[in-house]
């Protein structure tokens, strides 16, 4: 009766893994995409600083620094 709903309300149809080597197989998987998926995130938080250090670099570069006024100049 639970396998049903469980698929209307999600789409698709529960798996329940029973034998314990199915078990320790997938959680091994997961393991492992779990690790990927930590270096992957680490990678692009590295690319994200450096992509705004490079946009600042050039935004100071760009950056108006103002009129060149002297004591004396008329304004």
Known sequence: MG???F???YGYKSITLLILKQV??????????VEKLIELYKNLYK??????????K???LKKSKGLDL???DKV
């Open 3 to 5: 396998t049903w709903l």
């Open 7 to 9: 698929k209307a309300n």
């Open 24 to 33: 320790i197989k997938m959680s091994k998987t997961a393991k492992e995409r």
């Open 47 to 56: 690319t994200v600083k450096l992509v705004q250090e490079c946009i600042k």
């Open 58 to 60: 050039y935004y100071n």
């Open 70 to 72: 002297k004591e004396g």
